[in-house]
């Protein structure tokens, strides 16, 4: 299985960016996929995740401001992130295979950083 970031970057505070991770050797359309974070000194956390059927799960810090969806037709999935702020900092990693809690497979990262 390989998962394949890009998207990341520097944006202001308020600006937008969209992640996006390509999933190949496995079969996507019938698994959960989701989007993690981890700041300097602090343990890797869940952003957003989304299940075979669409349904959608998100931390509380981002509600709102990100929507994660799919497309079964690219083994693709997406992180729009909208409003961003200095703490939305972090290496952001994509998963797949877990939807409430994360599956066994991680991307390499994105480094996403929020500063003026």
């Known amino acids: 299985v390989q998962l394949v970031e890009s998207g990341g970057g520097l944006v202001q505070p308020g600006g937008s960016l969209r992640l996006s991770c390509a999933a190949s050797?496995?079969?996507?359309?019938?698994?959960?996929m989701g989007w993690y974070r981890q700041a300097p000194g602090k343990q890797r956390e869940l952003v957003a995740t989304?299940?075979?059927?669409?349904?959608?799960n998100y931390a509380d810090s981002v509600k709102g401001r990100f929507a994660i969806s799919r497309d079964n037709t690219k083994n693709t999935f997406y992180l729009q992130m909208n409003s961003l702020k200095p703490e939305d900092t972090a290496v952001y990693y994509c998963?797949?295979?877990?939807?409430?809690?994360?599956?066994?497979?991680w991307g390499q990262g994105t480094q996403v950083t929020v500063s003026s």
């Open positions: 989304i299940s075979s059927g669409g349904n959608t």
């Open positions: 050797g496995i079969t996507f359309s019938i698994n959960g």
């Open positions: 998963n797949a295979g877990g939807y409430f809690s994360p599956g066994v497979y």
